[in-house]
Structures are given as C-alpha cells and as structure tokens.
C-alpha cells in the first residue's frame, strides 16, 4: 500500500472548498449579468447599465381635454385638421402648419400674412376676430383654441389644443415649455 502524505486530506479539502466557492462565485456572476447590461461605450471601454424589468409609468396629471361648445365649430374642425397633417417631430413650422388647418377649416378667411409664431396673437384678434381667453394653463385650453408662445430670441412658437394633446407641425401630448403669450380662440 503506498503511503500517503498526512498533509493530503488537508489538500483534497482545501480544493473541495475552492471548487465549491468557484462555483458559487459563478452562480453570483450569473444571477449579476441577469441584472446588467454589458456594453461598450464610444471610447470602447466596458461599461454595464442595470436592467429594468418592470416598468411604472407616469400617472396622467393632465388627461384628454373638454369640448367647450361655445367654441367656433370650425377651430374644433382645425385642431382636427392640424393633428391630421402633423409629423411626430418638428419641422420647425409650426406656424405655417396652423395658418394652414385655420384655412382649410374655414375658421379664417384667408391666410395670415405674419411670418413669425409670436405674432400670430396680434394677426388673430385684430385680423380674424379671435378673442384672448383667461386661460394661463395650456392644459385648460378648449379644444381648437390657438396657443401662441413667445421667446426672447426666434420665432416663438404656436399650436392649435387637440383633445388628446397639441399640434402644429409635430404633435405632442405636453405643451411647449416656451412663456405662453395666451390663448385665442372665437366664439
């Protein structure tokens, strides 16, 4: 019988309980990638993102607006109109977009002739007849009433309230962030 060293029981326990450690090491680095994402970014370094698995959206704070029926049939007609033709992003149009769904509603009798968003408010009442209502929420805004939206510098911005949202050349559930000059609508 070939003699054994007393030192081998200690050594086949020793790479027991490495086996069973690299193996729960394993196990740890798989259940870890399960949660991570491994990518490499634009400078090729390796990075990792957690991975979401369940998804919470966001309560609606504002839902789909009311008709107000002392509202001009034709602007409600418009704010169709207007989400109709409009595209998912800008086309850096908005006031054109508009000044085309007021025309072809028949809401306005010909077309605008102010080439900048923040001076439709102006061309609107003085012009077609519109009315600036009390209204400083675009969310309050009946449908088919124009949101006219000014900027220090630029055009500004304008868009018609739509019953699930806004549109002039691209169509959005939320309003411009731009300082809201007002709300024009006729009635």
């Given at each position: 019988?070939?003699?054994?060293?007393?030192?081998?029981?200690?050594?086949?326990?020793?790479c027991?309980?490495?086996l069973?450690?690299?193996?729960?090491?394993?196990?740890?680095?798989?259940?870890?990638?399960?949660?991570?994402?491994?990518?490499?970014?634009?400078?090729?370094r390796?990075?990792?993102?957690e991975?979401?698995?369940?998804?919470?959206?966001?309560?609606?704070?504002?839902?789909?607006?009311?008709?107000?029926?002392?509202?001009?049939?034709k602007l409600?007609?418009?704010?169709?109109?207007?989400?109709?033709?409009?595209?998912?992003?800008?086309?850096?149009?908005?006031?054109?977009y508009?000044k085309?769904?007021l025309?072809?509603?028949?809401?306005?009798?010909?077309?605008?002739k102010?080439?900048?968003?923040?001076?439709?408010?102006?061309?609107l009442?003085?012009?077609?007849?519109?009315?600036?209502?009390?209204v400083?929420?675009?969310?309050?805004?009946?449908?088919?009433?124009?949101?006219v939206?000014?900027?220090?510098?630029?055009?500004?911005?304008?868009?018609?309230?739509?019953?699930?949202?806004?549109?002039?050349?691209f169509r959005?559930?939320i309003?411009?962030?731009?300082?809201?000059?007002?709300?024009?609508?006729?009635?």
């Amino acid at each position: 019988m070939p003699k054994t060293s007393p030192l081998t029981p200690y050594f086949i326990l020793i790479c027991a309980c490495g086996l069973l450690f690299a193996t729960a090491a394993q196990g740890q680095l798989a259940g870890s990638a399960k949660s991570r994402f491994v990518f490499k970014d634009a400078d090729g370094r390796t990075d990792s993102a957690e991975v979401v698995t369940k998804y919470a959206p966001r309560k609606i704070v504002h839902p789909f607006s009311k008709m107000d029926g002392s509202v001009d049939p034709k602007l409600r007609q418009a704010a169709s109109i207007a989400e109709e033709r409009a595209h998912a992003h800008s086309r850096e149009q908005c006031w054109h977009y508009v000044k085309e769904a007021l025309v072809a509603s028949g809401a306005v009798n010909s077309y605008p002739k102010t080439a900048y968003a923040k001076e439709a408010a102006t061309e609107l009442v003085s012009t077609y007849g519109f009315k600036k209502l009390p209204v400083r929420d675009p969310y309050k805004a009946p449908v088919g009433s124009v949101l006219v939206y000014g900027a220090s510098k630029g055009a500004g911005h304008v868009e018609i309230r739509t019953k699930s949202g806004f549109a002039s050349d691209f169509r959005s559930k939320i309003p411009s962030p731009r300082p809201l000059i007002g709300v024009y609508t006729k009635l």
